[in-house]
């Protein structure tokens, strides 16, 4: 069996992640085509194709979220980012694409974490950096097209003060031997390392948003479910969340789970920032991705032009075929590119040409729309404000005048 | 040698508490007669008896604070509340009575912390519970007299906002080697706590309160030093912030410790408001006084009039006289006591009738002062708000326009 670590810290193995053992091991389930199918008929249009081609492979009560939003109960999406650069790349990008089409999917509320505490505790970053990074991102993450109406993304050092009575409620229901346990932190680790958990965990219960909410009735925030769409290396933080979610008499936030963007190297590890020249940045000219994906993506294709068209590419191992299941939506296309490259009628200099136009396209139509972000969204979209719960599909939980007498 | 248990939590030891050993082991030093006399020459008027009597009796680099004073520089005086009950002991008032001298006599500012995340973390209370403790408790600490220009009290699920940089920034130089050692947390400790002692810490760095200061700028923030008045028991949160100071590049606090009222029921013990019978609540009345020290204050005298006559109290655990020395302040009136009461020509009932009359002018004259202090008060003193460093002493770090920019 390979070695395989996956926290919210560090992904390894040698070989390819074993996503069927991270299933096992994780205790959650695979995502099934009977419940794609529930989520199509829920939302009456059709599933991501990141959902039918398992880049979003498990998940954890998902079906409860449904069954909510089938009587018109609420809930909202929970996602978020730990800033620790100032650009995103491709990897960081797939959370909040997928996000943005629930929301679109289910006219639902989106509120967005940015952990720039985490990161200043982790990271050999200034305070102010992390906090600066944090701004950056957001832009990145306004450029997604989320909704101005229905979507809050906050920094933790500008909304401590609304988290901290749940994040210092689930802090006493945590005992340091489970955080040990679940992240391995060690006597070496700051004692801010310790607690963080609890603010990752707070956005899963929506009493962390009253003026979102319109109230500070826990007996109504108790009935708003949380859905949780992440990598599969965030996992740790919410089972502990879950378990804690029975004793604060909340609904356990449920979850659906990415499989990584692999580095441009190849399976086995997951795209960084930190390691040069395996990313694609949101920020690249069209030149750089061209000359990465041309330079570094790893090829399942053969040594030779005769040896390609007699045996095909090894499609497991090509980093350019697993970039096209992500970014080419085309499913026509794609099993015809799957088809003639793994049988030796296309070459990967055909197959990374194809990948280069769509990503350099996705890249500078990212960049256009950042361009537009202008500080008065930045300022909107951070701003706790009221939101009904769903796009006209559900009454108010609460009225704006409630709201605007609501503490926060 | 006696076991002997000091800590933020807890008191104890067989026979009194050796305050010696205390200096010894904390690593502090004992208040001189040299260092009173600087203190009066500086401000121009007597030491508290507090300090005269040994009451307050070690110190930290104290010197520094007298010598920023002499020439103008600021300081600001730090000292807090665990908001664990409504009602405050005796034992409770003793920092805020001194502090309330400190203000006066120097004419500087006061921050006072409630820790009501601290009880909720480590006590059975509701979250509301504890923060309304702390409210209540504010009443009493403004019931002291603190200048309204001057005295900043805040709960910490209040502030936390505007404390949160300074609290990663120490938790992120803080281990949980370091606090586990000092602390003596463990495994089954909740994480919450474990992050605690950077919340307790971040009051010490002028740049916890930048409104208060008027200025966001570490540069000037830096040069104001912090005296923190407080029980022994507290030293070890501030030998850890001391240790940080360097490396925030912020002036060590100082500090000045008290030793503890004792319990009615004698040495080797503190005042505790969770043990029935054994404190004097500034709620009690005038009977309730009356009945508590008759009936309880442990007394040195001796067993029969005779006795008494003969040989004279035991003072060194005779807790009305050590009482006394807390509060009846006439210097002549309690030497006359102590020889009299030692010498045998005083009984037992004499000194108590003493001290109850004493104890029930000083219990019912704060609750007078607190029935004055209005909701409005209390606003007043929870805002951040501009204050100027020394009354007319030094010009104001900042003017009061740059205050209302100052971004908190």
Redesign the interface.
């Known amino acids: 069996m390979t070695e395989q670590i996956v926290t919210p810290w560090e992904v390894s193995g040698e070989g390819e992640i074993d996503y069927d053992r991270l299933i096992k091991d994780f205790g959650s389930n695979r995502i099934s085509n009977e419940l794609i199918a529930r989520i199509e008929s829920a939302i009456g249009t059709k599933a991501h194709p990141w959902l039918k081609r398992g880049i979003f492979f498990s998940e954890r009560d998902m079906n409860q979220i449904l069954a909510s939003y089938e009587k018109g109960e609420p809930f909202y999406v929970y996602t978020g980012r730990g800033p620790s650069s100032e650009a995103l790349h491709l990897g960081h990008m797939i959370p909040f694409t997928f996000t943005k089409w629930l929301q679109d999917a289910f006219g639902c509320i989106v509120v967005i974490q940015l952990t720039d ?1 985490e990161k ?2 982790w990271k050999d970053l200034k ?1 102010d950096e992390a906090r600066r990074f944090a701004l950056e991102n957001a832009k990145d993450i306004i450029a997604c097209g989320f909704s101005p109406e229905r979507t809050f993304i906050f920094r933790d ?2 909304y ?2 609304t988290m ?2 749940n994040i ?2 689930i ?7 489970t ?2 346990a679940v992240f391995g ?8 390392k ?2 963080f ?2 603010i990752q965990a707070a956005p899963s219960f929506a009493s962390t948003f009253p003026k979102i909410f319109g109230t500070t009735d826990e007996t109504v925030l108790r009935k708003i479910r949380c859905l949780i769409p992440c990598a599969i290396d965030q996992d740790p933080y919410f089972r502990v969340t879950r378990d804690i979610a029975k004793r604060m008499k909340y609904p356990k936030p449920s979850l659906l789970h990415a499989q990584f963007l692999p580095s441009l190297h190849g399976a086995g590890s997951k795209m960084s920032a930190s390691v040069g020249g395996t990313s694609i940045f949101m920020t690249d000219s069209k030149k750089q991705i061209k000359k990465k994906i041309n330079k570094y993506a790893f090829s399942g294709g053969r040594a030779t032009v005769e040896e390609q068209r007699e045996l095909g590419a090894d499609l497991k191992v090509d980093v350019p075929f697993h970039y096209l299941c992500y970014f080419l939506h085309d499913d026509v296309e794609l099993e015809r590119i799957r088809k003639d490259y793994s049988e030796g009628r296309m070459l990967t200099g055909e197959v990374k040409a194809i990948l280069i136009k769509i990503l350099q396209d996705l890249v500078m139509e990212h960049q256009e729309k950042r361009k537009d972000v202008t500080d008065k969204d930045v300022e909107l979209f951070m701003t706790p404000r009221y939101m009904e719960v769903y796009e006209k599909k559900s009454e108010p939980i609460a009225t704006v005048e409630e709201t605007r007498e609501g503490k926060e």
Chains 1, 2 share one sequence.
């Open positions: 505490d200043f505790l305070f050092t500008d401590i003060h901290y009575p210092i409620k802090a006493r229901l945590t005992t340091t031997s955080a040990r932190f060690t006597n070496s680790d700051n004692i801010g310790h607690v958990p609890a």
